[in-house]
């Protein structure tokens, strides 16, 4: 088992800044991608990004390239997820999830472990 906890969340103006974090613990030796999905209130789950833990490969959603970069810390077992310039559409649960394949996909059914999520607001 893996047990992952976000943190970061909070409320923002539009144009700042956020870093969320998310925590692994548990059978972390099996990982090798994480991702940052988000649900935003009555809208299904939606990919954000992902990364195998050295940056080896990435993927982001179109709607946050250029503005959010997902990195990984293997000696921390945690992966980051920096949001830039958000916008009232970047309100959202954000959950982060890990697999134990290579592969950086934005299907929700590829990942094995998923945290409890943290809220992100962006309104002013």
């Known amino acids: 088992q893996v047990q992952l906890v976000e943190s970061g969340g909070g409320l923002v103006q539009p144009g700042y800044s956020l870093r969320l974090s998310c925590v692994a613990s548990g059978r972390t030796f099996g990982i090798v991608t994480m991702a940052w999905f988000r649900q935003a209130p009555g809208k299904e789950r939606e990919f954000v990004a992902a990364?195998?833990?050295?940056?080896?490969?990435?993927k982001y959603a179109d709607s946050v390239k250029g503005r959010f970069t997902i990195s990984g810390d293997s000696a921390k077992n945690t992966v980051y997820l920096q949001m830039n310039n958000l916008k009232p559409e970047d309100t959202a649960v954000y959950y982060c999830?890990?697999?134990?394949?290579?592969?950086?996909?934005?299907?929700?059914?590829?990942?094995?472990?998923w945290g409890q999520g943290t809220q992100v607001t962006v309104s002013s």
């Open positions: 990364t195998t833990w050295r940056g080896a490969s990435t």
């Open positions: 999830a890990t697999s134990d394949r290579f592969l950086v996909s934005a299907t929700s059914h590829h990942y094995d472990y």
